[in-house]
Nanobody, 116 residues
């Protein structure tokens, strides 16, 4: 299973970014897909996830500003982030959970930097 993130970069506070994660080597439709982030000196934390059925869950810090979605035809999951804050600065990682094997897969991450 390969997960490749893209879309990170430098943005000013209040701006928006859309992250993408392209999955390959697996049956995309069965996975719960998620986005996590890790800021310097902090633990990795959940931002949002979306199940194979389309149910979503968001961290409190993301609610109202972030939308996770998935496109089965493209084997891709997206994270639309609006009203970005400097505290959103982190490396964002894509995650895929395979319920058949109870296994997690991770991408290499994409850096998001929000300037004040």
């Amino acid at each position: 299973v390969q997960l490749v993130e893209s879309g990170g970069g430098l943005v000013q506070a209040g701006g928006s970014l859309r992250l993408s994660c392209a999955a390959s080597g697996t049956i995309f439709s069965i996975h719960t897909m998620g986005w996590y982030r890790q800021a310097p000196g902090k633990q990795r934390e959940l931002v949002a996830h979306i199940t194979s059925g389309g149910s979503t869950n968001y961290a409190d810090s993301a609610k109202g500003r972030v939308t996770i979605s998935r496109d089965g035809a493209k084997n891709t999951v997206y994270l639309q982030m609006n009203s970005l804050k400097p505290e959103d600065t982190a490396v964002y990682y894509c995650n895929a959970w395979d319920p058949r094997r109870d296994m997690n897969y991770w991408g290499k991450g994409t850096l998001v930097t929000v300037s004040s």
